[in-house]
């Protein structure tokens, strides 16, 4: 049974940083993309991060500089390290884990609320 848990969310004050951890089950980890996505109130889901299999990364425009993502395979665990955070960061953030290939395989997570706020 394919399994994405997120953990890691909460109540941070602007300037602050939160980590959040997705433990991937079921699958091949070490194979797949893994990507970070949010969506906040009334808006559409939206793209953080991603990290491909072989470690590449890229990141939206707003979080260039200020988010970092990162995997560890041998504990099947993507991370999204959040720094700099401001109110409009707030929303709930998905894992999301991607393979293209003769079939596509694309798995979600049950998301994580941060909220930013003082």
């Known amino acids: 049974q394919v399994q994405l848990v997120e953990s890691g969310g909460g109540l941070v004050q602007p300037g602050g940083s939160l980590r959040l951890s997705c433990v991937a089950s079921?699958?091949?980890?070490?194979?797949?993309?893994m990507r970070w996505y949010r969506q906040a109130p009334g808006k559409e889901r939206e793209l953080v991060a991603t990290?491909?299999?072989?470690?590449?990364?890229s990141y939206a425009d707003s979080m260039k500089g200020r988010f970092t993502i990162s995997r560890d395979n041998g504990k099947n665990t993507a991370y999204l390290q959040m720094n700099s955070l401001n109110p409009e960061d707030t929303a709930v953030y998905y894992c999301?884990?991607?393979?293209?290939?003769?079939?596509?395989?694309?798995?979600w997570g049950q998301g994580t609320q941060v909220t930013v706020s003082s």
């Open positions: 990290i491909t299999a072989g470690g590449s990364t």
């Open positions: 079921g699958f091949t980890f070490s194979s797949y993309f």
């Open positions: 999301n884990a991607l393979r293209v290939g003769t079939r596509t395989y694309n798995y």
